[in-house]
């Protein structure tokens, strides 16, 4: 090979590099995934499916714990729009819902998720999700089902 072909080369490299580094810095970013937030009372899961017009679609899953042992759970479809890192999002209402069904925010770090809407009693809550899976809601809703189970076992030995 001669020394004007590699030459030439390393320019064609390095005018790649050029023009796809900015374009890289200047995509979209794919909220689709997994995320989950919870409490010690409740575990709720948002799966999230970004398709190329920046439509949103999805699910949201959840589980509170009341304190007198017992579980609410529900699944509610999710529907939004994204624009870059943020996004506003439209759930279906269900009874015990424990978030907003509007709620708005954005991707406040890579995985992460920050969202707002209103609670029940009027004031604007914020919610952090946390990318995940499956399988960590799975283990967040059995120790609520845990707890669950302890504190009515609790009670009815309180009745004897």
Do not use: H
Request: aromatic share 4%; proline share 4%; charged share 20%.
């Amino acid at each position: 090979m001669t020394g004007g072909v590699r030459i030439m080369r390393r320019i064609t490299q390095a005018t790649a590099v050029g023009i796809l580094l900015p374009l890289m810095a200047c995509s979209k970013v794919d909220l689709s995934g997994t995320y989950l937030a919870s409490d010690p009372n409740m575990a709720m899961m948002l799966q999230l499916e970004e398709a190329p017009d920046s439509r949103i679609t999805g699910r949201l899953s959840f589980l509170t714990l009341d304190s007198g042992g017992r579980i609410e759970s529900a699944t509610a479809a999710v529907t939004g729009v994204a624009d870059g890192s943020a996004l506003t999002l439209t759930v279906q209402s269900v009874p015990s819902l424990p978030v907003a069904t509007t709620l708005s925010g954005n991707q406040s770090a890579p995985g992460r998720l920050t969202l707002n809407g209103p609670a029940k009693d009027g004031q604007v809550q914020t919610w952090t999700w946390e990318q995940s899976t499956f399988f960590v809601f799975q283990t967040l809703a059995q120790n609520l089902r845990t707890r669950s189970a302890d504190i009515l076992k609790k009670s009815a030995e309180e009745k004897k």
